[in-house]
């Protein structure tokens, strides 16, 4: 085991991992040398008979578990994109072994204690200070010793259901996917997209993560559009179950620290703070959201001729986009290719707005081969961090679109930052890979978390890039779309893939004019999974749900977004984002995307009002927002880049809410 590539730095440049030596056998050995080294360092601090400082506490807590670090990044990056059964197994063993692990360190006493020793005058240091204490707090830390066995069983428990979670969610993508051996049944579909699912003379249509299944839009046979939608909304059933015992853990949990319920937890150390400033923006969006709904279902069933069923929306949807608007939006899918769109579309974005360059590095390997690696280069081309990007969807991968790193910048160990994307576009049999807009504009997003983490400026790893609130990380990424309808960068990037002539003006006016359609069925289907991620998470301590399926009925028509047309984005059964922690652990946190897009469309407003796409707005962005990561309070950062508190009317604007 001399030969780990764990146990020591990468010699790569950037100090990637070196994927073409790590092999399953490695992690398991590394996870226990990397814990118990850990533990050791731990100790030494805990322990140190010196008075406790900046330094020797929380400097020293942040150089420790490197080999842990390494290992745990890699590990749980490959158990996203490419996990095969010996991956899976080894999840299954580890993660609550992590868990116990954390907690040994959370709820060390002596090391608490210290922490609480620690002053300093150094802003930085004082800010990630706060940090810690607040962890540890948050961790248990100031619970009797009774207590904190409760908390580690519940912790240990929690860690294992959401693993058997995410793993049945994997395996439903295919098991529950449409099977037909007939082709008429799926007339609608594009020829690649046919050509992409056929294997031993069937048709395979996998599940993506989300209830609305982006073929409902295409596929002319109804009775195939009912099988496919009730496959998807009855995925993992035995999910159900176990979402119902992870929601009462949690609740106890939050008991135990001192919270009326897991939502009040959640929030305390996010920028909404409170359980009320959540409910008092959702509030904001019922009404609004669920006329425009209305209004949108009574132009489907007046289109399709009949009252249409949930399983014809996108189907009529479509009818009507080309009926009013004349808009056809698979007109637009050969102007996507996914290099161009990569390359030309948002590196291209970036090198405007902010300077940077990008290079290939074919020299550099991935964990797959569909992985590429990019260098990425500073306005004076020093280097400033490498891309990976991992477009393609697979069996292993899970679904839905991310970003994460690899190395976290700082200072403290002089490192650069590794940041990854993932996609789940399919991969033609052959030929090119053509994007809807949808995905173009998803690539976006994802590289603006990509850029959080490829501009951190900042000491310590615990505030690198995106450790932000969750509540504010996805605004940085959500601005980054706004570059995808941005004239000149579309007429850059979405050029035809054999004529390579630009979009016609006109197909662009057109789906500009089509953007607000269809917005009520968007909002409502992601407000009413904000609302059952909410339901869910503010159940008492103590409180006994019995059917699972009953209580989201009861909490989607008590929050007043029941619609039987339209059911949340995810329902409990495969709502990975608060019931898988591998996921991001979105736990009562799914109100996040709408909190930042309160940020994000009023940043666009800035943009806009500044002249757009300018160096000197990206490098304004930069300096007082995506550099500082987590380094300082979020809404302050937000406050240093707009010169004042957010406005929401933007928002409202945008979503087609304004009464
Ligand atoms: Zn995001």
Excluded: C
């Excluded at 010699?11 to 073409?20: E, G, I, K, V």
């Amino acid at each position: 085991m001399a030969d780990n590539p764990f146990f020591a730095p990468s010699t790569l440049p950037y100090q990637l991992p070196p994927f073409a030596q790590i092999r399953e056998e490695h992690y398991l050995p590394a996870f226990e040398r990397g814990m118990a080294d850990q533990l050791q360092e731990v100790a030494a601090i805990a322990n140190n008979p010196e008075p406790a400082t900046f330094a020797n506490t929380v400097e020293a807590l942040e150089r420790s578990g490197q080999i842990l670090k390494r290992t745990s990044i890699v590990f749980f990056s490959i158990a996203s994109s490419d996990a095969t059964d010996g991956i899976r197994a080894i999840e299954t063993e580890i993660s609550p072994k992590l868990t116990k692990h954390r907690d040994a360190i959370h709820l060390d006493r002596a090391l608490y204690a210290r922490i609480k020793q620690v002053t300093t005058e150094d802003p930085e240091e004082a800010w990630l200070l706060e940090k810690y204490r607040v962890d540890f707090v948050r961790a248990g830390a100031e619970l009797s010793e009774e207590e904190q066995e409760r908390l580690k069983a519940l912790n240990e428990e929690l860690s294992t259901l959401s693993t058997t979670f995410s793993q049945n969610l994997l395996t439903a993508s295919t098991a529950s996917a449409l099977v037909t051996e007939d082709r008429t049944e799926l007339d609608g579909l594009a020829e690649s997209t046919l050509q992409a699912i056929h294997k031993d003379g069937k048709y395979v249509l996998p599940l993506l993560n989300f209830t609305n299944q982006p073929a409902l839009a295409e596929l002319t046979d109804r009775e195939t559009r009912r099988k496919l939608y009730e496959l998807s909304v009855g995925r993992a059933p035995e999910n159900f179950e176990l979402a119902v015992r992870m929601a009462t853990l949690r609740a106890e949990r939050a008991a135990l620290l001192g919270y009326p319920n897991h939502a009040a937890y959640t929030v305390a150390d996010q920028t909404a703070k409170t359980t009320e400033a959540v409910e008092e923006l959702l509030a904001k969006l019922v009404g609004p959201t669920m006329a425009n709904a209305r209004r949108e279902a009574e132009a489907l069933s007046e289109q399709a001729g009949f009252a249409i069923e949930p399983w014809d929306w996108s189907f009529y949807a479509e009818k009507v986009r080309k009926a009013r608007y004349d808009f056809d939006s698979s007109e637009l899918h050969p102007y996507f290719e996914l290099d161009r769109v990569l390359k030309d579309g948002i590196f291209h974005a970036a090198t405007e707005l902010y300077g940077i360059t990008f290079a290939d590095r074919t020299d550099l390997i991935g964990y797959h081969p569909d992985v590429r690696v990019y260098e990425v280069f500073d306005t004076d081309g020093a280097p400033l961090g490498l891309f990976l990007f991992d477009p393609y969807a697979r069996p292993t991968k899970r679904g839905g679109a991310w970003m994460n790193n690899l190395v976290d910048q700082s200072h403290l160990f002089g490192e650069l930052p590794v940041v990854m994307n993932n996609l789940n576009v399919t991969k033609p049999a052959e030929g090119p890979t053509l994007l809807t807009f949808y995905e173009v504009s998803t690539a976006f997003h994802e590289f603006g978390h990509a850029l959080h983490g490829l501009f951190s400026d900042v000491r310590f790893p615990r505030v690198s890039g995106t450790e932000v609130p969750r509540d504010f990380v996805e605004y940085p990424s959500q601005v980054n779309e706004m570059w995808a309808t941005w004239p000149s960068v579309l007429a850059n990037f979405a050029r035809h893939h054999e004529t390579g002539e630009p979009v016609p003006d006109e197909l662009l006016e057109k789906m500009r004019a089509a953007e607000k359609f269809n917005q009520g069925f968007t909002t409502l289907e992601y407000l009413a999974a904000t609302l059952l991620d909410w339901a869910w998470h503010k159940l008492a301590p103590g409180e006994d749900v019995k059917d699972a399926e009953a209580f989201e009925a009861a909490a989607l028509e008590r929050a007043g977004v029941a619609f039987p047309l339209v059911r949340p984005r995810y329902r409990t059964n495969y709502f990975a984002h608060i019931f898988s922690d591998g996921v991001g652990g979105y736990s009562a946190g799914y109100y996040s995307y709408i909190w930042s897009e309160v940020l994000d469309a009023d940043s666009v407003e800035w943009f806009k009002e500044n002249g757009g796409l300018r160096r000197e707005n990206g490098d304004h962005f930069r300096s007082r927002l995506l550099s500082v990561g987590g380094s300082k309070d979020a809404m302050d950062a937000f406050r240093d880049f707009r010169g004042r508190d957010p406005r929401i009317e933007p928002l409202l604007e945008r979503r087609g809410l304004l009464t």
